[in-house]
């Protein structure tokens, strides 16, 4: 897009927020549903560019994708009216007569950038609880999921006009532009290098961002968890869209006693899930290109195979449980982000939170056990963006329940409540009666006054 059409575009966005229509709740219930009916309407163009960028299957494609967003909307339309209205909050008796308010109000034009593992999921429910919240938003979409790029700026120009909701399609050329222009907000999801550059950009405007990023997330299972179910539930979690989630297990850290029978159960449950041979099962994801699948191939190289670790040269990697790794192995250095899962063993729980509190804070940590003390311990002793005891990936399904990192792994949350509350600003306002004006805070000061005030504000 040319400098001088963005430009344009954003002067639109911000003459519309200034007329005060977004605030409306009839507009924002409108906006809601009519994107409900929208992604409703092309829900099978969706499904379809989700195969073509991922090899999603359509019900994979609707469960992890559409079925969430139309969630999220069904929940800020149920909830609207409760969530945008003022909050009454004590008033101090130093303030009588008066009322103390919490008064929502949006930031205005919203930048929302969203990667490509989840594009319809990470583009549209952002895009849901700004538009709850009463915002305008300008929607960045990701240049390496290019079909559901397309569908997605065909159901917002289906849905909108561009001085209310718009998209921008492109690369890194295109987020760079938009990140030279001033925002009220800026939303953004992806990887921690661009999430620092995101963040030195807002610096200069100071405007406030949400980085949902990613990090190596940690699955404990110590000797007393249902080996079976954890297994099953590890294997979904870790290789869902060709493991290319990011609050997938991304290492497994096991109870030396009973890594093995483990291990039995893993395999066991990745070749019902995805039969004897997944690099043709139509129902396992793709690697997203090229280069990424070069990456985690090499990942795998050096180190101890234990199950998978086939590739087919282009977009599909086997499901690949790596043993005997070492904690200062390159897979260990960084966040695969693909259908590859480090195995480590430890011998007492403390050693485990040793070795994930010595890395950064991630954005999910799983725990499998059936003891009540170890929840306690590692819940209370780690520090993570979100996780689940004896399940993977699920917490982040829940409108009820804020997503969001902590540390290196982002900052701020959204879904559900806490969506609505990331797009708006909660202004502070005393609303103080004039039929009575008490003297003891104006001059001059008297001891009997002094005394007053103590009493007051002790």
């Known amino acids: 897009m040319k400098e001088e059409d963005l430009q344009k575009l954003l002067q639109q966005q911000r003459t519309f927020f200034a007329t005060g229509a977004t605030q409306r709740l009839s507009l924002r219930r409108w906006a809601l549903q009519k994107l409900q009916a929208g992604i409703r309407a092309l829900e099978s163009q969706l499904l379809d560019a989700l195969r073509l960028d991922l090899g999603k299957d359509p019900c994979e494609g609707y469960m992890t994708e559409i079925g969430m967003v139309l969630g999220e909307i069904r929940y800020q339309l149920k909830y609207l009216e409760r969530f945008a209205a003022p909050r009454r909050v004590p008033t101090p008796l130093a303030q009588f007569p008066g009322r103390s308010l919490r008064i929502p109000q949006p930031y205005g034009n919203v930048l929302v950038i969203s990667p490509w593992n989840y594009p319809v999921m990470l583009s549209l429910e952002p895009l849901v609880d700004a538009l709850a919240a009463g915002n305008t938003v300008l929607l960045k979409p990701s240049d390496a999921s290019p079909h559901t790029s397309l569908v997605l700026q065909k159901l917002i120009g289906m849905c909108f006009p561009q001085k209310y909701v718009a998209v921008v399609t492109g690369g890194r050329a295109e987020n760079q532009q938009l990140l030279d222009q001033k925002f009220d907000y800026i939303f953004f999801t992806g990887g921690k290098t ?29 000797a007393t968890a249902n080996l079976d179910v954890a297994a099953r539930r590890i294997v979904f979690g870790k290789f869902l869209n060709g493991g290319q989630t990011c609050v997938a297990p991304d290492y497994l ?46 990942l795998i190289q050096g180190e101890q195979v234990f199950l998978g670790g086939l590739g087919n040269g282009r977009d599909r990697i086997a499901p690949t449980i790596l043993t005997g790794v070492s904690p200062k192995s390159p897979i260990m250095q960084e966040e695969i982000f693909g259908p590859i899962l480090p195995v480590l063993t430890f011998s007492h729980l403390e050693q485990a939170i040793a070795f994930v509190n010595r890395r950064p804070k991630p954005l999910a940590l799983y725990l499998f056990t059936e003891s009540p003390a170890a929840k306690r311990r590692v819940l209370s002793a780690c520090s993570f963006g979100g996780g689940c005891v004896n399940d993977t990936i699920i917490h982040l399904a829940s409108s009820h329940l ?57």
Request: hydrophobic share 35%.
């Open 194 to 222: 661009v999430g620092r550059v995101v963040l030195e950009k807002a610096a200069k405007h100071l405007t406030p961002v949400t980085l949902e990023l990613g990090g190596k997330s940690p699955c404990i299972v110590d």
């Open 253 to 298: 850290l096991v109870q030396e006693e009973v890594k093995e029978p483990l291990l039995r159960h893993m395999a066991r449950w990745i070749r019902r899930f995805y039969g004897a041979d997944p690099l043709n099962n139509p129902q396992y994801g793709r690697i997203v290109n090229q280069k990424h699948y070069d990456r985690l191939m090499g």
């Open 402 to 458: 804020p997503f969001g990192g902590v540390g290196e792994s982002g900052m701020g949350a959204y879904h559900g409540r806490a969506g609505f509350d990331t797009f708006t600003h909660w202004r502070s306002v005393v609303d103080k009666g004039t039929w009575l004006d008490l003297p003891l805070r104006y001059p001059p000061y008297t001891k009997v006054g002094q005394a007053l005030l103590r009493l007051f504000l002790q």
